[in-house]
């Protein structure tokens, strides 16, 4: 009779928490998606006022009116081929050194895992950065952008746990075959790590699509600023003046905040699975 008692009370128990955990999540993504709602909505509709979240008209004159302005293209190419160049070469070095880093054998393995967690609680600082930077000769360089963000403590960790993650017999198998350890890398580890190439992939893009600090600090040529920069730009300096196609000002600077964000709500939902998969194995593997 106890036991029976026991496991209705735990199953109640077990039954509230989902319940409280679903409602949380619920707020949760309300609260994230109301922003985005607005924006989106004020882009589209010339007659909103006050929060609302349904467009009463749609009309895409902001939009057209942006896409047609010439200045945005060249920003919008270097965010595009700096975010494509950051994101190869940064899954390249974050695989390798993810890789390198399992190798449990080798010389000073504790030292290098030690100093890539010192770089996550401590960084050399902005000023020391830009001179060090500025010493070397590196201003304007688009290469200065991209390299701080194709390197991150946490990706490699990220990697470095995902690759643990794989049975080492798969290892032993390759090496009694005659594999190298690169070959091993190619043929074995990368195949197998889809999910973690995903997250980590994501991450970067992410990162260096919203790149706006670096381009600021390092790069003084205006035919090598990014889209963020140009959209900042743009909003500060009333360059997007919609006064002589009957809209407002704010209905242009919501449809520029919802290009920005557009490229990234198109390609998620192809990573979702992965992206979800690679967090969690490298959440939970140490």
Same mark, same amino acid.
């Given at each position: 009779?106890?036991?029976?008692?026991?496991?209705?009370?735990?199953?109640?128990?077990?039954?509230?928490?989902?319940?409280?955990?679903?409602?949380?999540?619920?707020?949760?993504?309300?609260?994230?998606?109301?922003?985005?709602?607005?924006?989106?909505?004020?882009?589209?509709?010339?007659?909103?006022?006050?929060?609302?979240?349904?467009?009463?008209?749609?009309?895409?004159?902001?939009?057209?009116?942006?896409?047609?302005?010439?200045?945005?293209?060249?920003?919008?190419?270097?965010?595009?081929?700096?975010?494509?160049?950051?994101?190869?070469?940064?899954?390249?070095?974050t695989s390798l050194a993810g890789y390198v880093v399992i190798q449990k054998e080798?010389?000073?393995h504790k030292l290098i895992v030690g100093s890539i967690m010192l770089t996550m609680?401590?960084?050399?600082?902005?000023?020391?950065?830009?001179?060090?930077?500025?010493?070397?000769?590196?201003?304007?360089?688009?290469m200065t952008c991209i390299l701080p963000v194709c390197l991150s403590a946490y990706?490699?960790?990220?990697?470095?746990?995902?690759?643990?993650?794989?049975?080492?017999?798969?290892?032993?198998?390759?090496?009694?075959?005659?594999?190298?350890?690169?070959?091993?890398?190619?043929?074995?580890?990368?195949?197998?790590?889809?999910?973690?190439?995903?997250?980590?992939?994501?991450?970067?893009?992410?990162?260096?699509?919203?790149?706006?600090?670096?381009? =600021?600090?390092?790069?003084? !040529?205006?035919? @090598?600023?990014?889209?963020? $920069?140009? /959209?900042?730009?743009?909003? &500060?300096?009333?360059?997007?003046?919609?006064?002589? =196609?009957?809209?407002?000002? !704010?209905?242009? @600077?919501?449809?520029?905040? $919802?290009? /920005?964000?557009?490229?990234? &709500?198109?390609?998620?939902?192809?990573?979702?699975?992965?992206?979800?998969?690679?967090?969690?194995?490298?959440?939970?593997?140490?």
């Amino acid at each position: 009779m106890n036991e029976k008692f026991s496991f209705k009370k735990g199953y109640r128990g077990r039954t509230i928490f989902l319940i409280c955990d679903v409602l949380f999540l619920v707020l949760l993504m309300v609260i994230m998606l109301i922003p985005f709602l607005k924006v989106l909505v004020d882009s589209l509709d010339p007659h909103t006022y006050g929060l609302r979240l349904f467009p009463k008209e749609i009309d895409l004159t902001a939009y057209k009116y942006i896409l047609s302005k010439k200045s945005i293209y060249q920003p919008l190419w270097v965010s595009v081929y700096t975010t494509i160049i950051a994101t190869v070469v940064g899954l390249l070095l974050t695989s390798l050194a993810g890789y390198v880093v399992i190798q449990k054998e080798m010389p000073g393995h504790k030292l290098i895992v030690g100093s890539i967690m010192l770089t996550m609680m401590f960084s050399g600082g902005m000023i020391p950065t830009y001179l060090t930077i500025k010493n070397l000769g590196l201003m304007d360089h688009v290469m200065t952008c991209i390299l701080p963000v194709c390197l991150s403590a946490y990706n490699i960790i990220l990697m470095k746990s995902f690759f643990e993650g794989i049975p080492g017999t798969l290892y032993e198998a390759a090496e009694l075959d005659g594999a190298t350890p690169m070959g091993i890398f190619w043929r074995i580890v990368l195949p197998l790590s889809k999910p973690a190439l995903a997250s980590v992939g994501l991450f970067i893009a992410v990162s260096m699509w919203n790149n706006y600090m670096n381009f =600021i600090l390092y790069i003084t !040529d205006t035919s @090598k600023k990014n889209f963020q $920069v140009k /959209v900042r730009e743009l909003i &500060l300096s009333d360059g997007l003046s919609g006064t002589n =196609i009957g809209i407002s000002e !704010d209905m242009l @600077k919501n449809a520029m905040v $919802v290009l /920005v964000v557009l490229p990234f &709500l198109v390609i998620y939902p192809f990573l979702q699975k992965y992206f979800v998969k690679g967090v969690t194995i490298g959440a939970v593997k140490g």
